[in-house]
């Protein structure tokens, strides 16, 4: 997934804890997104940034909130992780002129 | 009623079938039709894309958009084992030009070929 890389790839957390799952990019593209995949859903927007301090919400953002203080990261927190939010969490890029998004390799999260 | 409806299978062929890959779509609105791949435990990639009604062809692949009937279609010639993938459907109304996109995605279809 070159230029677009997210981490950690894989956490387990307990229930009611705070996670941050971070996004960074090289391409310098102003808009990012973060989306969850999960069997039967198929992919859902939870929030999305079009510049630095810039969000908005997708379809899918109770509980979610994002951050994004430099073009590069964008940042998805979990205030109180709960069951509900055990999925798959990709992150994607958007650039000018281009088809769709770049995706990056997710990051697998199970909340216990 | 979702705006894109895809079917997600299973789908399981012979190596060297023919794969046929569909969605139908609601929002007249879409005018820009894509198509992902997704290994397991990757991010999708996108595959093909195509503008409008008509083919594409790229290798083994051949992207079909039908406007007047709201249904595109991914066919796949000489499936491979490597063919084993997810593949969503993905559109847009239109291309910005600042780079913004709102993609609707297909469930994906989960496809596998059999040696």
């Known amino acids: 997934d070159a230029g677009i890389t997210q981490s950690p790839r894989h956490k387990v957390t307990e229930t009611g804890t705070p996670v941050t799952l971070r996004c960074h990019q090289t391409?310098?593209?102003?808009?990012m997104y973060w989306y969850r995949q999960d069997p039967g859903h198929g992919l859902r927007l939870i929030h999305y940034?079009?510049?630095?301090?810039?969000?908005d919400k997708g379809e899918v953002s109770d509980g979610y909130s994002v951050s994004r203080s430099k073009t590069e990261d964008f940042l998805l927190t979990l205030e109180s992780a709960t069951s509900s939010q055990t999925s798959v969490y990709f992150c994607?890029?958007?650039?000018?002129?281009?088809?769709?998004?770049?995706f990056g390799s997710g990051t697998r999260l199970t909340v216990v | 009623q979702k705006e894109v409806e895809q079917d997600p299978g299973p789908l399981s062929v012979p190596e060297g079938a023919i794969v046929s890959l569909n969605c139908t779509y609601s929002n007249s609105a879409f005018q820009y039709f894509m198509w992902y791949r997704q290994y397991s435990r990757k991010g999708p990639e996108l595959l093909m894309y195509?503008?409008?009604?008509g083919n594409k062809e790229d290798g083994r692949f051949t992207a079909q958009v039908d406007k007047s009937s709201k249904y595109i279609s991914l066919f796949i010639r000489d499936s491979q084992p490597s063919d084993s993938a997810t593949y969503l459907c993905a559109m847009i109304p239109r291309l910005n030009s600042g780079g913004y996109q709102k993609v609707t995605f297909g469930i994906g279809t989960k496809l596998q070929v059999i040696p």
């Open positions: 195509t503008y409008s009604s």
């Open positions: 391409e310098n593209h102003r808009y």
């Open positions: 940034s079009y510049g630095v301090k810039d969000t």
């Open positions: 994607a890029i958007s650039g000018p002129g281009l088809y769709g998004y770049t």
